[in-house]
């Protein structure tokens, strides 16, 4: 829309909610006392109760919003945040050059043998295809294809092109004693074409800024961590919707008791003194 991505957007939203979500707290700390776990949930259907319950949710479901706005932020804009975070400096690695046979046996053993004692192989990942690669492979060139027969070898081409680059390098992902989270935050990659060892990559030995930046996806998405975290987003999640109606709730309830006491007052005959 407009020329901007919907993950901006997404970032934006997330953002302002979290200030007016600071609004919310900045009014409600002189009336902290008032917190009671109970108004989590509507007692009653007095305008009381819709107004406890949306200050109570919204101080626990603040929480939420300042982790999966900032986390979603620090996603959308990938790049400050590395900066911020100094990762760029912590992926500075020298690459070793390892021959290995080419096989798969060898291959694990090499990734095995890259990891401290204790370390578990989660998950084993080609990488993504380039995105104009992709691109090229899904978008006819007119240019160069003037018929059918044509076109589709070109295509066939392009994406036997593309397949070679996806399996050229294979990712063990491993999770080694000391990764946050229980998350695969320690790596080995290795050239299938060449069998060759590329990289090994330690979350131990990561600086804290790579450590905290590696964890940011998995907090915001709720992918690779147990299933009790994505139970507890939609708990917040729920609790949110409840906390917003309560609101709207409360200020109908305020403002139809407003008008009654104001059309009681126009009422009544004036008096004269």
């Given amino acids: ?124 990942r080609y990488p993504r295809p380039p995105r104009k690669a992709a691109e090229n ?8 294809t003037r018929s059918q027969t044509n076109f589709k070898s070109v295509t066939d081409s392009k994406r036997n092109t593309v397949e070679k680059l996806s399996e050229q390098i294979l990712t063990f992902q491993f999770h080694a004693p000391g990764d946050w989270l229980g998350l695969a935050g320690s790596r080995v990659s290795i050239d299938k074409q060449g069998s060759v060892l590329v990289n090994t990559s330690l979350h131990a030995d990561l600086s804290l800024g790579a450590k905290v930046f590696s964890i940011l996806k998995a907090l915001h998405t709720g992918h690779d961590l147990p299933a009790y975290y994505v139970v507890l987003q939609l708990l917040l999640s729920l609790l949110g919707t409840v906390m917003v109606f309560s609101g709207l709730v409360s200020f109908i309830i305020k403002k139809r008791k407003r008008n009654q006491v104001d059309r009681w007052a126009n009422s009544q005959p004036l008096t004269e003194s």
Avoid: C
């Avoid at 009336?31 to 200050?55: E, T």
């Avoid at 492979?137 to 160069?144: M, V």
């Fill in 1 to 124: 829309l407009w020329g901007v991505e919907g993950k901006h957007y997404a970032a934006w939203v997330g953002l302002i909610a979290t200030l007016i979500s600071l609004l919310g707290l900045w009014l409600w700390w002189p009336v902290r006392k008032s917190f009671k776990a109970k108004d989590l949930v509507p007692r009653g259907r007095k305008r009381k109760h819709f107004y406890y319950n949306h200050m109570t949710g919204g101080v626990v479901v603040l929480l939420a919003i300042l982790l999966f706005a900032i986390t979603g932020a620090s996603i959308t804009y990938r790049t400050f945040t590395e900066q911020l975070l100094g990762v760029e400096s912590a992926k500075s690695e020298a690459k070793q050059t390892v021959s290995l046979d080419s096989h798969w046996q060898a291959w694990l053993e090499m990734a095995y043998a890259q990891m401290p004692a204790g370390a578990v192989l989660q998950q084993i």
């Fill in 137 to 144: 492979r899904e978008a006819p060139n007119n240019k160069t």
